[in-house]
């Protein structure tokens, strides 16, 4: 009898501990850079606008900006039996190992917003047209300035923002008045480009042009130029579209702003992914529209309350 009840009580216990069996619960995984800008909280609703629908779970880890986070929070998802991963790379070479890992398992990933270097590793890859982000930006600081110094804020780690520069050196270089007179790093935050953009105008006084690869880190410019009092002298064009940079863009403080549409990439990514479950054969890279926001037309672009 007491054989029995030790048993019994061994069965119940099993039902309890996940490593006893596996969940009949159906996951995807996203892994990203950063949950700390909204780009990527709208990114994460266009995944789970469709995946969820679908019966599947969604789990979303925040690489805080870490490679070494990011490639354990990926063993993590490929650990819970993930179906597929989305992945938005902190550094575009350095994923190669997770991506290695996936396709060891058969679990498809799909990049979003950053191009990987390897990316015949991956299933697909969703983001933005981020060289014709640059060249927008470009264009519009051209549009703004008869002539300009210019400093550009990069993060040359991330293969979008080594596009987005790409794209704007482009157009730039068109012109014998436009110069660009510094770059330098940044970590894609306000925090980092803060004091990086207080000591490029200490450097370079008579800069009255900048480049802020996405909205956060223009976000940096722009307290830094207005604790100097040359906020009013500089022309700022980013890339991101985000609802903050709008509201900057109406009260003056930023130029303009190349916009994606993140919900629209993962919205893309997901269907994707299905589509690939469904047997069909899927585009390797997919780029997604940018758009110009400037003062003329940021009141289209404001969410509706």
Not at 46 to 65: F, H, P
Not at 111 to 116: F, G, R, T
Not at 297 to 303: E, I, V
Request: proline share 3%; net charge negative.
């Amino acid at each position: 009898m007491k054989t029995k009840s030790t048993l019994l009580i061994a069965f119940l216990l099993c039902g309890f501990l996940t490593g006893c069996g596996k969940s009949d619960k159906k996951i995807m995984g996203v892994s990203f850079q950063t949950m700390n800008n909204p780009f990527f909280v709208d990114l994460d609703q266009g995944l789970r606008s469709v995946i969820e629908t679908k019966g599947y779970e969604l789990v979303t880890m925040d690489a805080q900006w870490n490679s070494l986070k990011q490639k354990n929070d990926i063993s993590d998802l490929i650990l819970q039996g993930a179906s597929a991963i989305f992945i938005n790379p902190v550094n575009w070479e350095g994923i190669r190992g997770s991506l290695l890992e996936a396709k060891k398992k058969g679990i498809p990933c799909i990049i979003v917003d950053v191009p990987v270097k390897d990316k015949e590793l991956a299933l697909s890859t969703v983001a933005s047209d981020n060289v014709e982000a640059g060249r927008l930006a470009g264009k519009a600081l051209v549009a703004a300035c008869s002539s300009a110094k210019i400093g550009i804020l990069q993060m040359s780690v991330n293969k979008a923002c080594i596009d987005r520069v790409a794209g704007f050196r482009e157009i730039i270089e068109q012109y014998l008045t436009m110069e660009i007179v510094d770059v330098q790093e940044v970590k894609g935050n306000t925090e980092s480009a803060r004091p990086v953009m207080r000591d490029m105008i200490g450097r370079f006084p008579d800069i009255n042009a900048v480049f802020p690869i996405n909205d956060p880190s223009a976000f940096g410019v722009i307290s830094a130029l207005e604790s100097a009092g040359k906020l009013d002298n500089v022309k700022i064009v980013s890339v991101d579209g985000s609802q903050e940079a709008i509201a900057a863009i109406q009260s003056g403080k930023l130029h303009s702003t190349s916009a994606q549409f993140p919900f629209e990439i993962g919205k893309i990514a997901a269907e994707t992914i299905f589509n690939h479950f469904d047997g069909e054969t899927v585009e390797p890279d997919i780029k997604v529209r940018v758009a110009l926001i400037t003062a003329e037309n940021a009141a289209q672009f404001l969410k509706k309350e």
